[in-house]
């Protein structure tokens, strides 16, 4: 074929250390890993926002939180950005998804009364849709219904255990779903997709996007997977003595941790996360590793299928993740703030044309904004220049380009416009909810808006990020360097559009029109 196939696969919510191929000590993720072997292994990759939509507004149209402005899970992405799916198809492509992307429309293009405006669960523009599987799940509720599973509890609630109550005193347990192992949301999309690949004629090229749901929360998985890991195995926790140590630390860990409610994550459980033991931690985070384990059997599925298919040889796969997980780390569930454990992902890229890169790794900062520069060049599309992300191309061809960057940068926005309660909490107005870090080999920096203090954390000493330095005065010349770096960052990535445009004698140059 002139162009490959492009297999584009997120998986909702994994941490970046969580690969046996990164060296995780007790995660396995086989297949995972076996894309590693034949691909490159970027193991400082950084999603770019949080929550669902913010990041994947990162990953799908190139440009950092400042520029394409998702702010939050229903902010509308505006229209005017291109993005990954219009610029396969404007490269002859049928860019179809399997699964969701959280993309709120712009209300500005659409009618007051038009049902998307009520869900920022609409579909990235340029997709074909071949199979959705929203928040809702539906369509995959459906599917065990006509297995004969009652589903009619819906989801979450589906999400709990199928013997008793699935608490002991506000305990967590391991305790399976109603579902097996062979009915789980991955394997339902993984099916779809196999299903829809048998139906493709391999002498066109395709791009599919299947974007899963794992290992996101509910944390609960079938067997085996339930008790394929100990809850007394795995690294420390990186966090203080306990959760009023982290409260003290900064004004922004005291309002986050006061949200953190355990309903959201194992339902039926009431309480306060920071406040579970230990053990329930360990728990969590045992399922947790079983859901990873559970996600990587199904990418097994899908590796076959394309070697049945005929289409191994043809197919540039990539995969990675939206955002990360906390994980027990400082007290936290979830995602979000400015710690390692939200923004660290995995990114494997397999291009079956570059085999002499073949089980490569990369230790450089690499981001979100990168993918959809990367897909562009791989399909022998120019990445546009007003990109934020760069196309890391030149390090599956085995080039250390020596301009590359040597600091990863994330924002976070935590307006409530609903609620206002951080604008309460803060006694800030909503543009001033917001942070952005810069963070290199060394050093941590991290901006707050509206005169919140700002956070610096000595890497090299403190890898758990656990003592701000920022007032402490021999590190004012690093605390005033990063500054500095962060303002600079920005100021290179302010909105590119037209800046790069110039009208002449001759009509406009220096102009690349969106695809």
Not at 443 to 453: E, S, W
Request: aromatic share 10%; net charge negative.
């Amino acid at each position: 074929m002139s162009r490959p196939n492009v297999l584009l696969i997120t998986c909702d919510q994994w941490r970046g250390d969580c690969l046996s191929a990164a060296g995780h000590p007790v995660v396995k993720t086989p297949n995972a890993d076996a894309l590693a072997a034949e691909g490159v292994l970027f193991r400082r990759h950084f999603g770019g926002a949080a929550p669902c939509s913010p990041a994947r507004a990162c990953l799908y149209t190139g440009l950092y939180q400042m520029n394409n402005r998702v702010c939050r899970n229903g902010s509308p992405l505006d229209a005017r950005h291109g993005n990954i799916a219009l610029s396969a198809r404007a490269a002859g492509y049928d860019p179809t998804l399997f699964g969701y992307t959280d993309v709120a429309p712009d209300p500005r293009r659409l009618s007051a009364g038009d049902p998307r405006l009520r869900s920022y669960e609409d579909v990235l523009p340029g997709f074909t849709v071949r199979q959705a599987l929203p928040e809702h799940q539906k369509q995959w509720l459906s599917w065990l219904q006509a297995q004969g599973i009652d589903a009619s509890a819906g989801s979450p609630d589906i999400h709990r255990p199928a013997v008793g109550p699935g608490k002991v005193g506000g305990d967590v347990t391991n305790a399976p779903p109603v579902y097996s192992k062979d009915q789980t949301p991955t394997a339902f999309l993984a099916g779809e997709f196999i299903r829809w690949l048998g139906e493709q004629e391999q002498v066109v090229p395709w791009f599919a996007h299947i974007s899963f749901i794992s290992p996101h929360p509910p944390f609960i998985v079938p067997e085996p997977y339930n008790t394929l890991y100990d809850p007394a195995d795995g690294p420390a926790f990186q966090r203080a003595a306990n959760w009023q140590a982290e409260v003290e630390s900064h004004p922004y860990l005291a309002y986050d941790l006061g949200l953190q409610k355990r309903t959201k994550f194992v339902p039926g459980i009431e309480g306060k996360v920071p406040d579970w033991s230990e053990q329930n931690f360990r728990r969590i985070r045992a399922i947790y590793y079983g859901m990873i384990s559970e996600l990587d059997a199904q990418l097994g599925r899908i590796w076959q299928a394309l070697k049945a298919a005929g289409a191994w040889d043809d197919t540039v796969i990539v995969l990675t993740s939206d955002h990360a997980e906390m994980m027990g780390d400082h007290f936290m569930l979830g995602k979000g703030g400015f710690f390692d454990a939200s923004y660290h992902i995995p990114l494997i890229i397999r291009d079956p044309s570059r085999g002499t890169t073949a089980g490569a790794s990369v230790d450089r900062f690499t981001e979100a904004v990168d993918i959809y520069a990367t897909l562009l060049d791989l399909i022998g599309s120019a990445p546009q220049p007003h990109l934020d992300g760069r196309s890391l191309a030149p390090w599956l061809d085995g080039d250390q380009p020596g301009d590359w960057r040597d600091a990863a940068h994330w924002e976070f926005d935590f307006r409530s416009v609903a609620e206002g309660e951080a604008e309460h909490h803060f006694g800030v107005g909503s543009r001033d909810c917001n942070l952005a870090v810069i963070r290199t080999e060394d050093f941590k920096y991290v901006h707050f808006g509206g005169g919140l203090p700002p956070l610096l954390f000595d890497l090299a000493k403190d890898p758990g990020e656990l003592s701000n330095v920022a007032r402490d005065t021999a590190y004012l010349p690093v605390r005033l360097e990063f500054a500095e770096k962060l303002l600079a960052w920005r100021a290179r990535h302010l909105d590119q559009s037209l800046a790069l445009a110039e009208l002449t004698e001759d009509g406009v140059a220096g102009y690349v029109a969106r695809k």
